[in-house]
């Protein structure tokens, strides 16, 4: 079965400093792997994802992803984080074919502080 | 304009009492989900749909019956409340296909 891993459960940043969240997947076929925000109170929002191609990914507000296929790994990066980024962030993943459900990671709460 | 909407946003409700909570997505996917999150956050998927047609459909209890109507609407209906079934009920919906899940805003279901 497939299983997420986010080894991080908590970080706390100051404003400007540099982000990176582990994320590792277990899967022997190929998948699709994303990273999702959660801000506080709100539903979950695609971050970035990827499929196929580039395995270093860039998305929304600053955020990239790294996929390193013999490491299994999707680590969600950000050069240098605002308060604003204080939420939760899921990473998943599924196989890559039609309507399967994501699996998730436990999630990291991440605090910004300014 | 909302693409994953879901009411109500919360409910609360007693033990024993039969209640649903209804999705719909105005974004013309094909496949529709219900996912839980518990109160660690962690998101488990419950049921999907695809084309009004029942794909998956975890371990979970007889208690909880998802309803199709059409494409666009996924309704999820739970019977006899437990305590333990407290959670945020998240819907999404996707292109059927890789892509990527939109997820609705959630309903906090609190069960007394």
């Known amino acids: 079965a497939q299983s997420v891993s986010q080894h991080n459960h908590h970080v706390i940043l100051s404003e400007a400093a540099s982000l990176e969240l582990g994320c590792n997947y277990s899967?022997?076929?190929?998948?699709?792997l994303f990273w999702y925000v959660q801000y506080p109170g709100q539903h979950l929002q695609l971050l970035l994802k990827y499929f196929s191609g580039d395995p270093l990914v860039k998305g929304i507000k600053g955020f990239e992803a790294e996929f390193i296929k013999s490491k299994f790994s999707f680590n969600l990066r950000k050069p240098s984080v605002q308060w604003s980024d204080t939420a939760e962030y899921f990473c998943a993943v599924n196989e890559h074919q039609a309507g399967t459900a994501l699996i998730f990671g436990k999630g990291t709460t991440l605090s910004v502080s300014s | 304009d909302t693409a994953v909407s879901q009411t109500p946003k919360y409910l609360v409700t007693q033990m024993g009492n039969d209640k649903s909570i209804k999705c719909e997505q105005n974004l013309g996917h094909d496949t529709m989900y219900w996912y839980k999150q518990d109160s660690k956050k962690f998101l488990k998927i419950m049921f999907s749909?695809?084309?009004?047609?029942?794909?998956i459909n975890e371990t979970v209890p007889n208690r909880f019956s998802p309803k199709s109507p059409d494409k666009a609407h996924l309704n999820l209906h739970i019977n006899s409340l437990e305590l333990g079934d407290s959670a945020v009920y998240f819907c999404a919906s996707s292109h059927a296909g890789p892509y990527e899940q939109y997820f609705g805003p959630g309903t906090r279901l609190t069960v007394t």
């Open positions: 899967y022997g076929g190929t998948v699709n």
């Open positions: 749909y695809n084309n009004k047609e029942l794909i």
